[in-house]
């Protein structure tokens, strides 16, 4: 039997069976996920600046398990049912750990959540590195946004695989059933004529397709809306150019869109600084900036600092802008919280990821519960700015307005310090595997 559908058959029958161990203390499901109250904008809403800053390769336990008040763990069950402490995990590892679409399915168990030990690559550097986890004393920065605004700790990624559907959910709401990276020599619809990309759709049927798509994205609806918008990447030659998500579609990649408002991510910051940004904005950055292993987590976190930084230098632009920090997929690291099925469920959901809510508006120290994707995110946009529904998905998914209260008295900047980071080998950038 398929893989994916052994799966979602088990998974679809422990939920019928009501044992609550399966969303391991998550205490949601699909049905209530997608019938939640949605929260309106308001003509009293100030947000005028959405940002989007997606990283890269996280989970929320590898990364928050230890804040105080989140659904974090410290702890993983092995295969055999043994609890063992999470790992210490260092700042650099020294390499990639296997994250691909059947590597999800084989570590998620059949919602058990117990294979993460097995995944190739994690063992490195004396440990078990997917089944690690961070302190607040190594990511300082991260941490301090997440005490000052809101952490979302019930955020999941869209789909059960690696980067390339992923990011395609954060433009878009959909990946047209992409469950895996492109194999055959680059993405997108820059990528050789061979290449192709695995779909499976809500039926359990697998495809192998050129992975440049023609759906329609945020982009689109904000254009039609007459609305701003840009998606700041690396440049076609960077290594980081395979996360640049608008070249898998085929209208924007051959349009006048990507000449306007597909931009070099090294323009972010002085956008920022000089009130320039768009009413919507995403933010990707080259591998030695992404947090991705195997590259230094301070460097990246850094990075991250400098750009948020950026916008909080202008006072008037900060007073009226949102940002969302994110990682855009599980990157092979362990969570405990096994995800509910989507409307695909064979690839829908994937594993939490960490998300901070940055804003004068956000609920200051809270963590938010709510369940959210990033399908959530598109939403916000939608309901910021009073748009239509790009899909049925984003159009039933929670708009993030939880973590914001546009009452309270706006949160003033918080400029953090760069940090000299540890001294650890340094790395060309085109180490990234992604599979």
């Known amino acids: 039997m398929h893989m994916a559908k052994r799966w979602y058959i088990i998974a679809a029958g422990i939920?019928?069976?009501?044992?609550?161990?399966?969303?391991?203390?998550?205490?949601?499901?699909?049905?209530?996920a997608m019938a939640s109250t949605h929260i309106k904008t308001t003509s009293t809403?100030?947000?005028?600046?959405?940002?989007?800053?997606?990283?890269?390769?996280?989970t929320f336990d590898s990364m928050f398990g230890t804040y105080p008040g989140a659904n974090g763990a410290t702890t993983y069950v092995d295969h055999n049912g043994v609890t063992h402490p999470l790992?210490?995990?260092p700042i650099q590892l020294n390499?990639?750990?296997?994250?691909?679409?059947?590597?999800?399915?084989n570590a998620y168990d059949n919602g058990l959540m117990d294979k993460f030990q097995n995944i190739p690559g994690s063992s490195q550097l004396g440990i078990y590195a997917s089944v690690s986890q961070f302190y607040q004393s190594?990511?300082?920065?991260?941490?301090?946004?997440a005490q000052n605004f809101s952490l979302e700790d019930n955020f999941f990624s869209d789909e059960s695989g690696p980067s390339f559907p992923n990011h395609l959910f954060t433009i878009a709401g959909e990946d047209a059933n992409a469950a895996d990276i492109p194999h055959g020599g680059g993405w997108g619809c820059d990528a050789r004529s061979t290449t192709t990309v695995q779909t499976v759709d809500p039926n359990d049927v697998t495809s192998y397709v050129y992975p440049c798509f023609d759906f329609q994205t945020l982009g689109d609806l904000l254009d039609k809306n007459g609305i701003s918008w840009k998606y700041y990447a690396p440049p076609k030659g960077n290594p980081g150019y395979i996360w640049s998500a608008y070249d898998a579609i085929s209208h924007i990649r051959n349009g006048s869109d990507w000449t306007n408002n597909v931009v070099n991510y090294t323009q972010f910051a002085q956008d920022a600084a000089s009130g320039n940004l768009p009413a919507v904005s995403w933010l990707v950055q080259p591998g030695k900036f992404s947090d991705h292993p195997p590259y230094n987590v301070c460097t990246g976190e850094n990075w991250t600092v400098q750009n948020i930084n950026a916008i909080m230098s202008n006072p008037t632009e900060w007073?009226?802008?949102?940002?969302?920090?994110?990682?855009d997929e599980w990157g092979g690291f362990y969570d405990h919280v096994a995800p509910p099925r989507g409307p695909n469920p064979y690839i829908e959901y994937g594993f939490r990821v960490p998300a901070l809510i940055?804003?004068?508006?956000?609920?200051?120290?809270?963590?938010?519960?709510?369940?959210?994707?990033?399908?959530?995110?598109?939403k916000f946009a939608e309901d910021v700015y009073n748009l239509p529904s790009l899909t049925s998905l984003d159009g039933n998914s929670n708009d993030l307005f939880s973590a914001f209260d546009f009452n309270q008295q706006p949160i003033a900047p918080l400029t953090l310090p760069i940090r000299t980071c540890p001294t650890t080998k340094a790395l060309a950038d085109n180490l990234i595997t992604e599979d």
């Not at 939920?15 to 209530?32: C, D, F, H, Q």
Request: proline share 4%.
């Open 95 to 105: 390499n990639d750990i296997k994250h691909s679409y059947s590597t999800a399915v």
């Open 15 to 32: 939920m019928l069976l009501g044992l609550g161990a399966y969303y391991a203390g998550n205490a949601i499901n699909t049905t209530r």
């Open 45 to 58: 809403n100030p947000i005028q600046h959405i940002v989007f800053m997606v990283k890269e390769n996280r």
């Open 138 to 145: 190594d990511i300082p920065n991260y941490w301090a946004y």
């Open 319 to 327: 007073a009226h802008t949102a940002i969302v920090v994110t990682w």
């Open 87 to 89: 790992y210490h995990q």
């Open 358 to 378: 940055i804003s004068p508006y956000a609920r200051a120290g809270y963590v938010d519960h709510t369940f959210n994707s990033f399908s959530s995110m598109l």
